[in-house]
Every structure is written in structure tokens, then in C-alpha cells.
């Protein structure tokens, strides 16, 4: 909808994103010829939907499935424990784990490192495709999965935890030495890129010209 379009028609209202207060104040287009105002108690920009949302949830989405790639073949973690030099990537240490015993934590590690990202770049593509290509698919269900993907972000820490695990399990003869390996890093930017965006996806988009039951 245009600035002129929302002027006039029925008044429309908005909530802030930072305080909660709900505006029915007539909006103004912006520059750019989009909807704004700024909340009248804290001053936050009120938006129809977040700018660019698609694309840049897109961005992060291709980032991150791309880096997930060294993140999985790279080694996550390097141990020395002279004469040996041994290198762990992610799905290698969640092998040793099983071996060893440690089933629940092989479990817990392969959830974190494995099956989170993958959900969640999934998820993110699925919500980005179907706003640009299938608006009115399955509503509540998609509103459903990126509250899911939401909530799965605040352990996103876990996966860092993951590595620190790792390091802990494995066991240290004398002068042994753990170092980060260069698959850390791929991984670390995968947590980052996945959590930017679940942030840059606007759930608004989803119900935008319909209803629940569409
Ligand atoms: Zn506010």
C-alpha cells in the first residue's frame, strides 16, 4: 500500500517494535515513498514491515548455507599431543563421542552442531520463498515455524558450547594442546549469519493482504 492509499483510507495503526505502545497516528511517506512514523513515546521508526526484509533474510540464508560447507568439511578443532597431530571436524567428534559411550552427548552435539543450523536455514529459505512465490500457503503453520526458528535462536550459544565440549571430552596425555581449526570460524559465522536472519525476516510479510483462514 502507498503513503497516498493509507492517507486515505481507514486509519491504520502500528506497534512499536521497542516500548509496545500501539499508534493510530496518520503516517507519512518517507523518501522513499514507504510508510513511516516514529512512536510518539520512545521515539522508535515505526514500520509497516522491516525494509528489505526478504532480501536480506536471502543473503544471510546463501551466506550461511555456503559457509556451512567448510564449517562441516574443516577441521573444527586441532589436538597435539606430541609425536601426534590430530584434526577434528564437527561430524568427526560427534563419531569419537558415540564410540566412546557417550551417547547423550553425541546426541546433544549433533543436535547443536548438525541438526539446528540446517533447521534453521531451511526454515529461514522456506519463510523468504514463500512470501516472494506462495503469499497465501499455509499461514499459521509458517507464522508457527519462524516463532520455532525464533525460539531456537536464544540457544544458538549452545553451538559454541559444542566445541568447548569437544575440547573437554577429548582426553590430554602430557604437552598436549588444543587449537581452534579453521572450520570453527565457518561455524561460528553460520550461528551469526542464521541468527541476522530470523532477525531480518519481518513475520508481518506472512500475513500481509490475507487473512488466517486463506
Ligand atoms: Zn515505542
Given amino acids: 500500500m502507498s503513503a497516498a492509499e493509507a492517507r486515505a ?3 491504520r495503526v502500528l506497534g512499536c517494535e521497542s516500548c509496545g505502545l500501539v499508534s493510530a497516528n496518520v503516517l507519512a511517506g518517507d523518501a522513499s515513498g ?9 521515539g522508535h521508526v515505526l514500520r509497516e514491515t522491516k525494509p528489505m526484509s526478504v532480501q536480506r533474510t536471502w543473503a544471510c540464508v546463501i551466506a550461511a548455507a555456503v559457509l556451512y560447507v ?5 577441521p573444527v578443532m586441532i ?9 577434528h571436524t564437527l561430524l568427526g567428534g560427534i563419531r569419537e563421542l558415540w564410540v566412546d559411550g557417550s551417547w547423550g552427548l553425541a546426541a546433544i552435539v549433533f543436535i547443536a552442531s548438525i541438526a539446528v543450523p540446517v533447521l534453521k536455514i531451511c526454515v529461514l529459505a522456506l519463510l523468504a520463498w514463500t512470501v516472494q512465490l ?14 520455532l526458528i525464533e525460539a531456537v535462536g536464544h540457544w544458538s550459544m549452545l553451538d559454541v558450547y559444542v566445541v568447548v565440549l569437544l575440547a573437554a571430552t577429548i582426553r590430554f596425555g602430557p604437552l598436549a594442546s588444543v587449537r581452534p581449526g579453521p572450520g570453527l570460524l565457518s561455524f561460528a559465522a553460520v550461528v551469526v549469519l542464521t541468527m541476522l536472519g530470523t532477525h531480518s525476516f519481518d513475520p508481518r510479510l506472512i500475513w500481509k493482504d490475507g487473512r488466517r483462514t486463506d
Avoid at 567448510?70 to 574443516?74: E, G
Avoid at 589436538?79 to 584434526?87: H, K, Q
Avoid at 506462495?134 to 516463532?147: C, D, I, T
Fill in 79 to 87: 589436538t597435539v599431543s606430541a609425536p601426534d597431530r590430530e584434526e
Fill in 34 to 42: 514507504e510508510l513511516v512514523q516514529h512512536c510518539p513515546r520512545c
Fill in 134 to 147: 506462495a503469499p497465501g500457503w499455509r499461514r499459521l503453520e509458517r507464522a508457527k515455524l519462524y516463532r
Fill in 70 to 74: 567448510p564449517a562441516n568439511a574443516l
Fill in 9 to 11: 483510507g481507514a486509519p
